[in-house]
């Protein structure tokens, strides 16, 4: 204990045994901490092991307490990988014992006046689903046409199986293959969507992790990039926006880590400033905003209050820009506490970890998304 805060220190392996002892130690040190108005910090620095019951434990004890959550320091980077794998919006990391004590300190004396929490229109969850729907809808009905037009095709239902069987064959999203038939140029010959493609190996991924990572597989390198960034940037969440074609070059939210459906919901498609991702697109650099409560531009903007409602006080934008020079999405992480946190190693970083991802893109539009446009083609000109 504290005057802080209530330390609770783990060691060794949480197998299923191990979370059966870490829940009932939860419930005595949070009922603890409540009674005196002060915040758990779990220090695990001496844990090694963390299995999926222990992190399923950690949820179901903490994911109410979002606005106040649990502090965990000292995690070694297998176990923090595991704990940012999955979204657990009721705890925090922090890489020491005594950075999360002084964030709680500064919470605790910190006379800066709240601004007023975001308010999504009070609009519950089913809605923010609904209207990433809609997004989605829009471009594959735009699809379904031209694939109605193009191959002579009965009905919208025969188009949509086109873009899902494109889309399962290649493991690419529905949306994405749907995206590339809109803004691809028309197939060249009618039997390949486009002759005489040079196909070149995948770029390498700047990775500070051993487990392998299927370069075919968006949603996979997508979450090991948002862990590597969460990882070296020492941040509390994270989110990569990619370019959409279709929407004129703006910012689409494609993954992300702690971050709840209302900041999702206002961040979902960006089309330019003030939020902090579109700076940094429109400005070709790293962009730091050290306190969102206190940027001119920000801290009565909807995208500014959404970050605050969730607890981030610090925003870091790194564009992912390809030796060419094109910016195909940005890269952004969050911290709870106010100021510039990354040193220069750590910025030197996630640039280089960034470019990599923007060369990767690249090359998987050129190569597994035009595979799977030349898939649909071949089926839809009855070559398949």
């Not at 603890?32 to 963390?50: F, I, K, T």
């Not at 649990?70 to 923090?80: C, F, S, Y």
């Not at 004129?248 to 494609?254: F, G, I, P, Q, S």
Request: a neutral charge; charged letters at 20%.
């Amino acid at each position: 204990m504290t005057e802080q805060a209530v330390v609770l220190r783990l060691s060794g392996r949480l197998d299923a045994d191990g979370a059966t002892v870490l829940g009932r130690e939860l419930d005595l040190r949070l009922r603890r901490a409540d009674e005196r108005g002060l915040q758990l910090v779990l220090d695990m620095s001496g844990v090694r092991h963390v299995s999926s019951t222990a992190v399923h434990t950690l949820d179901v004890h903490t994911r109410h307490r979002a606005a106040g959550p649990v502090l965990i320091t000292g995690a070694t980077p297998q176990v923090r990988r595991v704990l940012t794998t999955t979204p657990l919006p009721g705890i925090r990391l922090y890489p020491s014992l005594e950075g999360a004590l002084a964030t709680v300190g500064s919470v605790r004396t910190s006379r800066t006046p709240q601004p007023e929490p975001y308010q999504a229109e009070d609009t519950p969850g089913e809605v923010f689903g609904l209207r990433a729907k809609a997004r989605t809808s829009g471009i594959i009905g735009i699809a379904q046409g031209i694939l109605i037009a193009r191959y002579s095709l009965p009905a919208p239902a025969d188009a949509f199986t086109l873009l899902r069987a494109a889309s399962q064959r290649y493991n690419v999203p529905l949306r994405v293959v749907a995206s590339a038939v809109v803004t691809a140029p028309p197939p060249l010959s009618e039997k390949l969507w486009f002759p005489g493609r040079r196909r070149t190996p995948p770029p390498a991924l700047g990775l500070p992790q051993a487990d392998p990572v299927d370069l075919r597989d968006r949603r996979q390198v997508l979450r090991a990039v948002l862990y590597a960034v969460v990882t070296l940037g020492d941040a509390d969440a994270a989110e990569i926006h990619l370019t959409d074609r279709v929407q004129d070059e703006a910012l689409a939210l494609e993954a992300h880590h702690g971050l709840d459906a209302a900041y999702r919901d206002c961040l979902a498609l960006v089309a330019g400033p003030p939020a902090v991702c579109a700076r940094a697109q429109a400005e070709g650099r790293p962009v730091t905003v050290a306190d969102v409560a206190a940027d001119p531009e920000l801290a009565g903007h909807p995208v500014g209050r959404a970050a605050l409602a969730v607890g981030s006080r610090a925003l870091h934008s790194v564009p992912m820009t390809t030796d060419d020079g094109d910016c195909n999405g940005v890269i952004t992480l969050h911290r709870v506490e106010p100021g510039a946190w990354l040193h220069a190693g750590q910025g030197a970083d996630l640039e280089g970890l960034a470019h990599d991802l923007a060369a990767w893109r690249s090359w998987y539009r050129r190569t597994v998304v035009q595979d799977a446009l030349e898939y649909l083609h071949a089926q839809g000109s009855g070559d398949g």
